[in-house]
């Protein structure tokens, strides 16, 4: 199944960099040149039908086109909300098997002294698409809250306490999102990260 039947929507960034090392063979959609196929999110409007043909083939469709940024304005995670409600439909309409949508920890803070925002209530709306897809008999949707990615500019070392707790390497972001495609359970007892996994 791993491969070409692996759609990666948003690998231009840095999370879709890192899996496309994992899966070179996945199809890398993104709306910057480079990507196996270009295309804005914000501009799908029905069947795209170029689009639409590449979802058919996809065994599973993974959503990394949203903000990392929590301080970005509000305006932005709205759009992305809506961008993501416009992907979910095109996956409903070419009946996509698997869904994969990143959330994060910001959806429900772990530090003591972070709130939830704007950024973290737009990841809760897309986690609840995700339990709505699941709701399709024979789909599955999961979102998965991502912890602290570091580009590999940033000095790890140098990050406050608060945030090293909360540090996903590569190798637990590929096992995590490994894990969901084979279906195999979250075990929680080695702390791996949260994951909304609705039921099909």
Not at 128 to 133: D, T
Not at 145 to 151: F, K, L, S
Not at 161 to 169: E, G, T
Request: contains cysteine; hydrophobic residues 40%.
């Amino acid at each position: 199944m791993l491969g070409r039947n692996i759609v990666i929507v948003g690998g231009c960034g840095l999370i879709g960099r890192k899996l496309k090392k994992e899966w070179p063979d996945a199809v890398w959609v993104d709306r910057f040149q480079g990507a196996d196929f270009v295309c804005d999110l914000g501009c799908l409007n029905g069947k795209n039908s170029a689009f639409h043909s590449i979802l058919q083939v996809a065994e599973v469709v993974i959503h990394l086109a949203t903000s990392a940024d929590p301080e970005e304005p509000e305006s932005i995670h709205f759009q992305l909300v809506v961008d993501t409600a416009k992907l979910v439909a095109a996956c409903d309409a070419a009946n996509v098997q698997k869904l994969i949508i990143a959330s994060s920890d910001w959806a429900e803070p772990k530090a003591a002294h972070l709130r939830i925002n704007s950024y973290g209530y737009s990841k809760r709306v897309i986690e609840a698409m995700a339990e709505m897809y699941s709701h399709c008999e024979g789909r599955l949707a999961t979102a998965i809250r991502i912890g602290w990615v570091p580009d590999e500019s940033v000095d790890i070392d140098e990050a406050p306490d608060w945030l090293l707790d909360n540090y996903w390497s590569d190798a637990k972001l590929i096992k995590e999102f490994s894990r969901v495609i084979r279906n195999e359970p979250n075990d929680r007892s080695k702390g791996d990260g949260e994951i909304s996994s609705p039921s099909a």
